[in-house]
Nanobody
Framework: QVQFVESGGGLVQPGGSLRLSCTGS????????MAWYRQAPGKQRELVAG???????NYADSVKGRFTISRDNAKNTVTLQMNSLKPDDTAVYYC????????WGQGTQVTVSS
């Protein structure tokens, strides 16, 4: 069973930054296009950013210019650098295979508040 472990979340003030990291089981990260998703209270899970095996990236309009996704296949990790954070970015963040609908990890909580 594919497993992902997310880390790096926390409480940050508006305008601050966080760096999220995700490690996949085995060599899963190197084999697939990967993505970060988030789910805010009372809302559906949404795609935040994706990175293909070719390193082509895609971002939700709400995070363009503020978030950067990257991957390190050798380390089996996917990273999400989040800058200029806003209260609307508050959510639980998950990584998974791009387009997946199962195999979710525990996620990491990001709270943006003054």
């Amino acid at each position: 069973q594919v497993q992902f472990v997310e880390s790096g979340g926390g409480l940050v003030q508006p305008g601050g930054s966080l760096r999220l990291s995700c490690t996949g089981s085995g060599s899963i990260v190197s084999l697939y296009s990967m993505a970060w998703y988030r789910q805010a209270p009372g809302k559906q899970r949404e795609l935040v950013a994706g990175i293909a095996r070719t390193e082509i990236t895609n971002y939700a309009d709400s995070v363009k210019g503020r978030f950067t996704i990257s991957r390190d296949n050798a380390k089996n990790t996917v990273t999400l650098q989040m800058n200029s954070l806003k209260p609307d970015d508050t959510a639980v963040y998950y990584c998974n295979i791009w387009g997946a609908d199962r195999g979710w990890g525990q996620g990491t909580q990001v709270t943006v508040s003054s």
